[in-house]
């Protein structure tokens, strides 16, 4: 199977989650997130603003800001397949852009060096017990984490996990997975 059949299976997988368990899965996953080394030691953190069938992240990035962490998400640049995240201190200053994505608004979000991002939450719809994983299509978040030198996690559902992936050379595998059930600790 090709990594787009893949897309389309793993989606359908994510879809079948009914929207109690859903609901239950994710406020696991958090808690365990809160309870992480990963987000306990970090101050800037790079998340991106999910939509479902993905792991809820508005309730993370709230936290954050409880907490007083400075929280970025990420602007996609098409044209070089790049991400730019950006400080978000409001949902107000996102926008909805292709795909249905939420994304930063630039003009009123300041950036954030990649060099000042400690931790991030890197999303998928699928992951490899050694980190690997399949996102969305597009490589952003491999390019932007190639050269990275911080801390990087996924969240995902026990339903994600998969024994193997098609592996490109410029794949870059995650340092950690959290599940509902269990921290995955990659290789």
């Known amino acids: ?5 893949m897309r389309i299976s793993q989606l359908e997988v994510l879809k079948a989650i009914s929207p109690l368990e859903y609901e239950q899965k994710c406020y696991s996953i958090e808690q365990r997130l809160f309870r992480s080394e990963f987000w306990k030691s970090s101050e800037v953190i790079a998340v991106t603003v999910s939509k479902p ?10 936290r954050g800001w409880e907490e007083g962490k400075t929280i970025c998400v990420p602007k996609c640049k098409p044209a070089g397949k790049e991400l730019i995240f950006h ?39 699928a992951y490899t017990q050694k980190g690997y994983r399949l ?9 932007f984490l190639s050269g990275y030198k911080g801390k990087t996690l996924s969240l995902a559902f026990s339903d994600q996990l998969v024994k193997s ?21 990659c290789d």
């Open 1 to 5: 199977m090709d990594k787009k059949e």
């Open 53 to 62: 069938p993905e792991v809820n992240t508005w309730n993370i990035i709230k």
């Open 87 to 125: 400080k978000l201190t409001s949902f107000q200053e996102l926008e909805k852009v292709f795909y249905e994505l939420y994304e930063p608004i630039p003009s009123i979000t300041p950036s954030i060096h990649r060099d000042s991002i400690q931790s991030v939450i890197v999303p998928g719809i």
């Open 135 to 143: 996102g969305f299509g597009g490589g952003y978040y491999d390019r």
């Open 165 to 185: 992936l098609p592996v490109e050379p410029f794949d870059i595998p995650v340092a950690e997975i959290l599940t509902e059930s269990e921290r995955i600790q």
